[in-house]
């Protein structure tokens, strides 16, 4: 006996289609967000290669900001490149990776 089940059409693609297409969106998420990720620690690099190895420049610059010209300058710098290489580490906890 064949008996044919009738199911409703709802016009919404199967679960599986839909799952195929947020993997999609996914991965292009990933990808953004590493391009971003990236492109923030070349700036973060830049600007502490600035700071530390450009010293007459960096040192006018802080002193526009009203800081003495080697206060906190070198431990930024430091921090910046400590921040870059944590921020990169793709298993580096999250909250490190929120304070970097």
């Known amino acids: 006996m064949n008996v044919a089940i009738a199911r409703p059409t709802t016009g919404q693609p199967s679960t599986l289609a839909s799952h195929g297409l947020s993997l999609i969106r996914s991965q292009k998420a990933v990808v953004v967000f ?3 990720t990236v492109l923030f620690c070349l700036q973060l690099s830049f600007t502490a290669y600035y700071e530390l190895l ?8 802080f002193a526009r900001l009203g800081f003495p010209a080697d206060f906190f300058r070198i431990e930024l710098s430091w921090a910046k ?3 870059v290489v944590v921020l990169l580490i793709p298993g580096a906890p999250a909250r490190l990776k929120e304070w970097a």
């Not at 450009?54 to 610059?61: F, K, N, R, W």
């Open 34 to 36: 590493w391009v971003a």
């Open 81 to 83: 490149g400590a921040g």
């Open 54 to 61: 450009l010293l007459p420049d960096a040192a006018q610059a």
